[in-house]
T-cell receptor
Framework: AQRVTQPEKLLSVFKGAPVELKCNYSYSGSPELFWYVQYSRQRLQLLLRHISRESIKGFTADLNKGETSFHLKKPFAQEEDSAMYYCALMPGGSEKLVFGKGTKLTVNP | EPEVTQTPSHQVTQMGQEVILRCVPISNHLYFYWYRQILGQKVEFLVSFYNNEISEKSEIFDDQFSVERPDGSNFTLKIRSTKLEDSAMYFC?????????????FGPGTRLTVL
């Protein structure tokens, strides 16, 4: 079974503090992993994907196959980072995205 | 920048009625998807569609559901006889290709309320 777990429903940090949003996955093969973000009153949009090893808006995520994790990190949070963050995996040979429940990040001034 | 659009933004219907949710994918995209999110739960995959046929579907996508691309622009999701548990936010998405390196672009969603 494919499953994505985001253990924190809510996460609150102060501006300038480091932030880490946790994501663990369960999948027997080699998944592709993604982080999607939904800002207030906006649509779901791709933040980053592990296959391209990019850093977007200061966020990075490293795939740890041993721990089956894909945590999202940013060294210095900004108020505009406040949003709902969803971790997702795409099983090999599939086009579907399997989402976690999401973490609501609030960055306080 | 082109975007996926969905209509209506909110649909209220009586249990047992048929509903059609409409989506206009980005024009040069070839793969289309429907997802849903029941309040407080995960975004769940329903179906993917390519070359005028279903390429993948989930267990949720039973005989009550169907999808269609009736013309060159619209992509619709039909629920034949709605149930209370069909109340959810329904998201349409499209991508240029179907592989994982091709981003799925999401629409704003249609909130379906079944009474």
């Amino acid at each position: 079974a494919q499953r994505v777990t985001q253990p924190e429903k809510l996460l609150s940090v102060f501006k300038g503090a480091p932030v880490e949003l946790k994501c663990n996955y369960s999948y027997s093969g080699s998944p592709e992993l993604f982080w999607y973000v939904q800002y207030s009153r906006q649509r779901l949009q791709l933040l980053l994907r592990h296959i391209s090893r990019e850093s977007i808006k200061g966020f990075t995520a490293d795939l740890n196959k041993g721990e089956t994790s894909f945590h999202l990190k940013k060294p210095f949070a900004q108020e505009e980072d406040s949003a709902m963050y969803y971790c997702a995996l795409m099983p090999g040979g599939s086009e579907k995205l399997v989402f976690g429940k999401g973490t609501k990040l609030t960055v306080n001034p | 920048e082109p975007e996926v659009t969905q209509t209506p933004s909110h649909q209220v219907t009586q249990m047992g009625q048929e509903v059609i949710l409409r989506c206009v994918p980005i024009s040069n995209h070839l793969y289309f998807y429907w997802y849903r999110q029941i309040l407080g739960q995960k975004v769940e995959f329903l179906v993917s569609f390519y070359n005028n046929e279903i390429s993948e579907k989930s267990e949720i996508f039973d005989d009550q559901f169907s999808v269609e691309r009736p013309d060159g622009s619209n992509f619709t999701l039909k629920i034949r006889s709605t149930k209370l548990e069909d109340s959810a936010m329904y998201f349409c998405a499209s991508s240029r290709q179907g592989a994982s390196y091709n981003e799925q672009f999401f629409g704003p969603g249609t909130r379906l309320t079944v009474l």
